[in-house]
């Protein structure tokens, strides 16, 4: 089965940053599209940003576009969310998504990695 694991969450101040990872196993990375969600505590998981494999541009919610970057490293099979500008508002745990096809809605995603905790304090 897909297994996806993330890593690289923490405690950061308002306006840090943070570089996330998620590590793809167990599939055909190149199979995939690949997407970062979040989700605070007692909410609904919020897209973050995706892309495809390879020869796409990158999509961002509104929220995060101009301070959120998503890439992969093919050669890895690792997908990373770097964060600047980090919010208060930027707190949750970050889930790492893989599925058939670039999408922004978390139910098209069929494969989820157990979340890392991003804590941006004021």
């Known amino acids: 089965q897909v297994r996806l694991v993330e890593s690289g969450g923490g405690l950061v101040q308002a306006g840090g940053s943070l570089r996330l990872s998620c590590a793809f196993s167990?599939?055909?990375?190149?199979?995939?599209?690949m997407g970062w969600f979040r989700r605070a505590p007692g909410k609904e998981r919020e897209f973050v940003a995706a892309?495809?494999?390879?020869?796409?541009?990158?999509s961002y919610s509104d929220s995060v576009k101009g301070r959120f970057a998503i890439s992969r490293d093919n050669a890895k099979n690792t997908v990373y969310l770097q964060m600047n500008s980090l919010k208060p508002e930027d707190t949750a745990v970050y889930y790492c998504?893989?599925?058939?096809?670039?999408?922004?809605?978390?139910?098209?995603?069929?494969?989820w990695g157990q979340g890392t905790q991003v804590t941006v304090s004021s």
């Open positions: 167990g599939g055909t990375f190149s199979n995939y599209a």
């Open positions: 998504a893989a599925g058939g096809s670039m999408a922004t809605t978390a139910p098209t995603y069929p494969h």
């Open positions: 892309r495809r494999y390879t020869g796409s541009v990158p």
